[in-house]
């Protein structure tokens, strides 16, 4: 397994400054040891170079719209040269505005090789918003929509083909913070979302194996973890928290069944805000699930390899 590490630190897409240095935080938790842990080859390529944040109010719906499409134009040539070379791109972001860049070169990857792409995207937000219906300007809570095909152009055509994915590869878990606009958009484009109340009616395994559900040998797994994902009471380094998210467990468990599959092909890790966090509890926290995702074995999964079942 070869990994490799791409640092983009910028935050032009937020409402809040600071997801900018979140690759180093991440880099402080020892992100690199603890995916190298589980035998894999580990590349830190470093921090890409992209446009400062001039911190503008909106324009026509947009805030930052040039620096959000330079940066991702930049990450996607980075991702995808990294897939093109066999390896594992870990996106350090950064804020949520860079999945744009990012799985738009996993869905060409994916287009060139023939594989099947399924997106699980962990996040308090849908981030379905359009320049009409958003309450902000800002883009973060815009990929999704994106990536459908519906945004500015120099946004959705950053992988070449637009849509760059369609709306049954996505699959969304963690969901409570949904704009008015965006509920309808869900419904219309038909995106499954695993929102908090159906992880608390039906419990996080079921939830994942429905998530999970299809996945088989020709699935390249994308992982867009926004860690306003988890509960602020333990990821409080993030400028959108939102009450009610998974605990501890809850989430360690979506990313040890989805590394048991043996499908996880590319990762996000965005939205991670070292100016908000309490001595770096949330990147460690996001180093510990990434630990997880990439294998480290529960007792119960040791035994069940040991008993061959
Ligand atoms: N829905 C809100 C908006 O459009 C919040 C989006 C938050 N997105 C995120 N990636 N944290 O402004
Ligand atoms: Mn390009
Ligand atoms: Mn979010
Ligand atoms: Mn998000």
């Known amino acids: 397994l070869n990994v490799s590490l791409i640092g983009a630190p910028t935050d032009v897409g937020a409402g809040t400054r600071g997801a900018s240095m979140g690759p180093e935080a991440l880099r402080v938790a020892d992100i690199r040891a603890a995916i190298a842990a589980f035998g894999a080859d580990v590349r830190d390529c470093g921090d890409l170079a992209g446009p400062a944040n001039p911190?503008?109010?909106?324009?026509?719906?947009?805030?930052?719209?040039?620096?959000?499409?330079?940066?991702?134009?930049?990450?996607?040539?980075?991702?995808?040269?990294?897939?093109?070379?066999?390896?594992?791109?870990?996106?350090?972001?950064?804020?949520?505005?860079?999945?744009?860049?990012?799985?738009?070169?996993?869905?060409?990857?994916?287009?060139?090789?023939?594989?099947?792409?399924?997106?699980?995207?962990?996040?308090?937000?849908?981030?379905?918003?359009?320049?009409?219906?958003?309450?902000?300007?800002?883009?973060?809570?815009?990929?999704?929509?994106?990536?459908?095909?519906?945004?500015?152009?120099?946004?959705?055509?950053?992988?070449?083909?637009?849509?760059?994915?369609?709306?049954?590869?996505?699959?969304?878990?963690?969901?409570?913070?949904?704009?008015?606009?965006?509920?309808?958009?869900?419904?219309?484009?038909?995106?499954?979302?695993?929102?908090?109340?159906?992880?608390?009616?039906?419990?996080?395994?079921?939830?994942?194996e429905q998530a999970l559900a299809g996945v088989d040998e020709n699935t390249h797994l994308h992982v867009s973890l926004d860690v306003d994902f988890l509960d602020p009471t333990i990821a409080p380094g993030v400028g959108t928290t939102v009450r009610g998210g998974p605990t501890y467990r809850e989430a360690e468990l979506c990313m040890e069944m989805i590394a048991d599959t043996d499908q996880l092909a590319s990762l996000d890790i965005v939205e991670l805000n070292p100016a908000l966090d309490h001595r770096n509890m949330t990147a460690e926290l996001a180093v510990d699930l990434v630990e997880s995702l990439f294998g480290k074995s529960t007792l119960m999964r040791m035994h069940r390899q040991t008993r061959g079942n």
């Not at 379905?128 to 095909?149: D, E, F, K, Q, R």
């Open 55 to 208: 911190n503008l109010p909106a324009v026509d719906g947009f805030r930052h719209l040039h620096e959000v499409a330079q940066w991702n134009e930049i990450l996607h040539d980075a991702v995808y040269a990294e897939l093109c070379a066999g390896r594992l791109p870990v996106m350090l972001g950064g804020d949520h505005c860079l999945a744009i860049g990012s799985i738009s070169a996993v869905a060409r990857h994916c287009r060139t090789v023939g594989k099947k792409l399924l997106v699980l995207w962990f996040d308090a937000h849908a981030d379905l918003n359009t320049a009409t219906m958003t309450p902000s300007g800002n883009i973060h809570g815009m990929p999704v929509a994106c990536l459908c095909g519906h945004g500015p152009d120099v946004l959705t055509r950053i992988g070449g083909n637009i849509p760059a994915m369609l709306p049954s590869e996505i699959r969304q878990i963690g969901i409570r913070s949904v704009d008015e606009g965006e509920k309808r958009f869900l419904c219309e484009l038909g995106v499954e979302v695993f929102d908090m109340r159906y992880i608390d009616e039906v419990g996080m395994r079921a939830v994942m």
